[in-house]
């Protein structure tokens, strides 16, 4: 497992000794460098690196911890070169080896998503118009999302999911239903038209609930108001002609 430079320097060692009683302490050294330069070369994390790589605590951290972990990575790749690589002692190998465990202990890409993803929970919780189901759908999303760079987007959405209800909440025809309903353009309407108007009344209430409001989105909320609009407007409920009276 001893690379060029390492029997090199073995041989060099034991060439030089003097006193024979320490010769076979040179040999000893050499067989723990090998050893350890064999665990160096079976290194888990060294093994899996195009894997760790690949993965949101690597691609997510900050760049000079990547850069560590590239770094130190290269630097066990160099010393297990036959050909290139240095004369390290045992001691050194292993400080190769541990320098590799080390930098991957500090990546901070998992840390940074989960970060993102309670800085995002905690803004959906105090969006003022959502349903509690909005919420939980808003939050339940953000926890399965495993990108980075898509947590925001679902901030987005349910702000836009906010709005719409804040929307829906303020529609004018919603607020004079019951005027609406009192008028002749609704009691001399037709049954079915008066009957879509109070079923898109309710449907809208229905969404309000704050503890039993569906989890619509944004687009499905504004369908919601859409259709309150659209059944005042198919109204056809005309004065009664009393001219013939």
Same mark, same amino acid.
């Given at each position: 497992?001893?690379?060029?430079?390492?029997?090199?320097?073995?041989?060099?060692?034991?060439?030089?000794?003097?006193?024979?009683?320490?010769?076979?302490?040179?040999?000893?050294?050499?067989?723990?460098?090998?050893?350890?330069?064999?665990?160096?070369?079976?290194?888990?994390?060294?093994?899996?690196?195009?894997?760790?790589?690949?993965?949101?605590?690597?691609?997510? #951290?900050?760049? $000079?911890?990547?850069? &560590?972990?590239?770094?130190?990575?290269?630097?066990? *790749? @160099? !010393?297990? %070169? =036959?050909? +290139?690589?240095?004369?390290?002692?045992?001691?050194?190998?292993?400080?190769?080896?541990?320098?590799?465990?080390?930098?991957?202990?500090?990546?901070?890409?998992?840390?940074?998503?989960?970060?993102?993803?309670?800085?995002?929970?905690?803004?959906?919780?105090?969006?003022?118009?959502?349903?509690?189901?909005?919420?939980?759908?808003?939050?339940?999303?953000?926890?399965?999302?495993?990108?980075?760079?898509?947590?925001?987007?679902?901030?987005?959405?349910?702000?836009?999911?906010?709005?719409?209800?804040?929307?829906?909440?303020?529609?004018?025809?919603? #607020?004079?239903? $019951?005027?609406?309903? &009192?008028?002749?353009?609704?009691?001399?309407?037709? *049954? @079915? !038209?008066? %009957? =879509?108007? +109070?079923?898109?009344?309710?449907?809208?209430?229905?969404?309000?609930?704050?503890?039993?409001?569906?989890?619509?989105?944004?687009?499905?909320?504004?369908?919601?108001?859409?259709?309150?609009?659209?059944?005042?407007?198919?109204?056809?409920?005309?004065?009664?002609?009393?001219?013939?009276?």
């Amino acid at each position: 497992n001893l690379n060029e430079a390492q029997k090199k320097a073995a041989k060099a060692a034991v060439d030089a000794e003097t006193d024979p009683s320490k010769v076979q302490g040179h040999v000893t050294d050499a067989a723990n460098t090998d050893t350890a330069m064999k665990n160096l070369a079976e290194d888990s994390n060294l093994a899996n690196v195009d894997e760790i790589e690949k993965g949101v605590n690597f691609t997510n #951290a900050d760049k $000079d911890l990547q850069d &560590k972990f590239k770094q130190a990575v290269q630097d066990a *790749k @160099d !010393l297990l %070169d =036959k050909a +290139k690589g240095t004369a390290k002692n045992a001691k050194e190998v292993k400080a190769v080896q541990d320098a590799i465990k080390d930098a991957l202990d500090k990546l901070n890409g998992n840390q940074k998503l989960a970060d993102a993803k309670d800085k995002a929970k905690q803004t959906v919780d105090n969006l003022p118009n959502l349903n509690e189901a909005q919420k939980k759908a808003a939050k339940a999303a953000v926890d399965a999302e495993t990108d980075p760079g898509k947590v925001q987007g679902h901030v987005t959405d349910a702000t836009n999911t906010d709005t719409a209800m804040k929307n829906l909440a303020g529609d004018k025809n919603l #607020a004079k239903a $019951d005027e609406i309903e &009192k008028g002749v353009n609704f009691t001399n309407a037709d *049954k @079915d !038209l008066q %009957d =879509k108007f +109070k079923q898109a009344v309710q449907d809208a209430k229905d969404l309000l609930d704050k503890a039993k409001g569906a989890a619509k989105n944004a687009e499905e909320v504004k369908a919601v108001q859409n259709a309150i609009d659209q059944a005042k407007d198919n109204l056809n409920g005309k004065e009664t002609d009393k001219s013939g009276l």
